[in-house]
Every structure is written in C-alpha cells, then in structure tokens.
C-alpha cells in the first residue's frame, strides 16, 4: 500500500493498516517534509507549541523502508503499489481518487468524500468504468453500534419510530466539532419513538422509556425498559479513539477485498461485508 497525505489522519490510518499482517506499506507521500521523513524532532516548534496532539508521534516500524514522495502522481507510477490510502486535506479527495483508480490502484479515501456533487459524480463515474473498488472512510456506516440498531430499530425496539409533521424527520442529528455544547444528553444521534427514545454514538447507545401518559391505558408489559450499550474503547498511541478513526472502515476493508486478477497481499483475508464500497449509486 502507499499513503498519501501522512500527518495527523494519515497517521492514525497508517497504524491500523499496519496492523493488519495481510498490508505492506511500500511507499509515502506529503509534501511536509517533517511528516514524509516521519521525523518528530523536525516539526515546527509553533506546532508542537500550540497543536502538539495533533502533530503525530511518527514512532512506525516499518518492516522494510518505504519509497518516499513529495508528489502523490509520482506514487501512482510505482508498480509495487496496489493500493492507496488518501488522507489529504478534503478538497484534494476528488482529483486524487480519480487519478489514483485510473493509474490502476485501489483506494481507501477518506472522509469527506467529495466537496461538490458534480465532483462526486465524477468519482462514481470513474469508479464504475474501471474495475478497482474505491472505500470512503465512512466510520459510523461500518460501525458495531448503528449496525446493530440498524436491525433492532426496524423490529421494534423502541415502538414505531416517530416525527414531528412540519419538518417530517425521524432523525435529529448532532456533532458540533467547534463548540463544547450538545443538542442531547447523550450521543449524537436521538430517535424517537412510541415506547422511548434512543441517543445513540459510536461508542453505545442510551434508550430513555416512554412513560405512561394521562390518557394512555398501556399495561407494565407494554413499556420497555431503560437500556445502555456500549462498545469497548480502543485508543491509538496519540490518545484518539479508533472508532473516531474509521477502524472498522480500514480493517474491514482490507478483509473484505475481492481475489482479483492482480497480485494482491490481502487476497486471503477473511471475507466481510464491503459496507464502503463507492460503486452503488449514492
């Protein structure tokens, strides 16, 4: 595999890729030379300064040493990469998606896939006139927690879900990455309905009951109880939560790649679901 963009979400997903026995890091790309010689001790002091968990620690052993670039197209040429990961600011995602698929690589982009839907269209495009598969860091997509509600949901867990008429949503959805506050005791996700509310995260979920009302004649039976799940935490070396960072998304999809025609070293892995898959229609 070959890394492009490898500062702070770059280097999250190069130590879960790394841990995969089936993945080979053959070749790095950034144009900060600091980061792309993994090299601490050569980062501005400004950043260490005033962003120092951001900055990665860049402590890697790799088992033989990769091929260094400053330019991702150059990466691209180099025949001993079968597949990249692309962890470049969000506006690079697109044209380097693209260009990666039609030099023949498979990819795993992430999050956000695309800025513009002209742009993602683009991509789908591209991705279905070639035969690479292409997976978007969709973490919460691919995670324990709302796979599971996922199913629960349906057959109802908490009643038949509900909304309020003007608007017509089922869900309200709340992450604000600027700002200390929530919208919800917990979770980032809150579904309501007949027989209680759910406040789910990536990390569990938490179901309020429903009470009963004053002109509600429902038996003890009836009601639900109070209900918490939770997923055991999995912190990487720079403190960050795996689950925060597409774990499920960068095992899974590793696992879950299809033998093809081309030599690849994940070939064996044991088949999953390719839940991030770009081929279907968005």
């Not at 150059?74 to 690079?92: G, M, Q, S, Y």
Request: with cysteine.
């Amino acid at each position: 595999m070959g890394f492009i963009g490898i500062g702070s979400r770059g280097s999250q997903l190069l130590e879960l890729f790394m841990q995969n026995k089936d993945v080979e890091i053959v070749a790095l790309c950034d144009i900060y030379e600091p980061y792309l010689q993994r090299d601490r001790s050569k980062v501005d002091a400004r950043y260490l300064a005033d962003r120092a968990s951001s900055v990665p620690m860049m402590d890697e052993k790799f088992a033989t040493k990769p091929t260094l670039y400053n330019d991702y197209r150059k990466l691209l040429e180099d025949k001993n990469v079968d597949a990249v990961c692309i962890a470049t600011p969000d506006h690079w995602h697109a044209i380097q998606m693209i260009d990666a698929v039609k030099a023949g690589k498979d990819v795993y982009v992430e999050k956000p896939l695309t800025q513009t839907i002209k742009e993602g269209r683009t991509m789908v495009n591209v991705c279905k006139a070639s035969n690479r598969v292409v997976a978007v860091g969709l973490n919460r997509r691919g995670n324990d927690v709302y796979r599971k509600l996922a199913k629960e949901i349906p057959a109802g867990k908490i009643g038949q879900v509900t909304y309020e008429f003007a608007s017509k949503k089922i869900i309200s959805f709340s992450i604000f990455e600027a700002s200390g506050g929530e919208l919800f005791p917990y979770g980032e996700i809150e579904l309501r309905g007949t027989k209680g509310n759910l406040y789910a995260s990536q990390d569990g979920y938490k179901i309020v009951p429903s009470k009963k009302g004053q002109f509600q004649n429902w038996k003890e039976k009836e009601l639900i109880k109070a209900e918490e799940f939770s997923i055991p935490s999995q912190d990487l070396k720079d403190g960050s939560n795996s689950f925060a960072t597409a774990n499920r998304s960068a095992t899974s999809w590793i696992a879950s790649k299809p033998a093809k025609s081309h030599s690849a070293p994940w070939k064996t892995g044991i088949a999953q679901p390719a839940l991030h898959t770009l081929q279907i229609s968005p």
